[in-house]
């Protein structure tokens, strides 16, 4: 997690990396880049609160699997935590809406079916936020794509861009590797 | 079938997909997601063993019982395997009893949604009388996407009607997959060959 000064929004930007979240109520953007990763977008339309949070899977959960495998987890407790920060910070569970993002097969193995990470981290992230009974107002998943995600604290706008260059999967994808790594499966 | 390792509640959560079963003896919750499915909870109150199973009966019943009817073999199947895991844990099958929940029309699942719905309800109702075994409490039918949390120590269940999300119900389509899947696999039985 890193701060700075953005001259576009003119206002602070906090970039969060893979495995972090960021809960806020002063006046500044969120930012992050997704690759096959996902990216939940909480706001508190009433009290201008907003967190954000990246969170991927390390493998594969199947469906229909009567084993529990270990994969689950950190996308679970990722959600968990955004939640109750902001609970702590005062907003209420009626008035949060969510937004998704993410879940692009950027890399080249995870095209074919048998590494389908993209896809349980999307249907995982839909699953957890509807088991908690927020309402998803928007979501972008799935494509090829990198995505850039700057959400505004305070109006909850989310202002996203794709993009396919070659340049900005490689920089997705070395990031992720190394975040895998350090995942204790 | 999703593990919750430190959930609001205090215990460990298991989420279980439409197709799922689970039994255990552990303090702990399962919870999911009913929209056409049916979820059955059944529990041993005296041992403190329970389980929860999410099925569905593809097709609509016949006017015949249930036990010569072919398509609600696949219902009578998923509880038996329940009270199988249940026995295994040392649970008995004279002091079961079971809570029911979902079953309903819910739109965009299927093509004769109430017919479905229908057939779901009549089978619960007919094999739990057929049994024995007592219904504490149910809340079928009705258009309705219910969340069921189930404690399977006490029994206790917990359940909303969810008004959120009606388009966008990640549910509501692995419903569907599971739907699909099980109306399919239904022909593929067939008749006895002889060679």
Known sequence: MHEQYSHHFEKKMVSINAGEYYVSDSNEIISTLLGSCIAICLHDT???????????????????????????KYGINAIDTLLSTMEKRGSLRKNITAKIFGGGSVMECMKDSTMKIPFDNVSHAFM???????????????????RKVYMDVKSGKVYLKKSTSVVDIQKVVTAEIQHRITLPV | MLRKENSKYGVPMYMLHPGDYYVTDQKCLMGSIAGITAVVCLYDPGRRIGGMGHFIIPGTQGTEDILFDDISKEGILKIEYIMGEIVKLGGDRKDLK??????????????????????NITFLHEYFRNEGIPVIKESLGGRYRRKVLFSPVDGKVFMKLLENNMDASKFIELEKQYVDQVFRSGDTYGDVIMF
């Not at chain 1, 990246?54 to 084993?67: E, I």
């Not at chain 1, 936020?129 to 090829?144: H, N, V």
Request: avoid cysteine; glycine fraction near 14%.
């Open chain 2, 98 to 119: 079971a809570k029911l929940f979902g079953a309903g029309s819910y739109q965009g699942t299927e093509n004769n949604p109430l017919a479905l719905s229908r057939s």
């Open chain 1, 128 to 146: 957890l936020i509807e088991m908690e009974d927020i309402p998803i107002i928007q979501s972008d998943t799935g494509g090829q794509f990198t």
């Open chain 1, 46 to 72: 009433e009290k201008g609160i907003a967190g954000m949070n990246h969170f991927m899977l390390p493998g594969r959960v199947l469906v229909g699997n009567y084993k529990l495998s270990n994969s689950d």
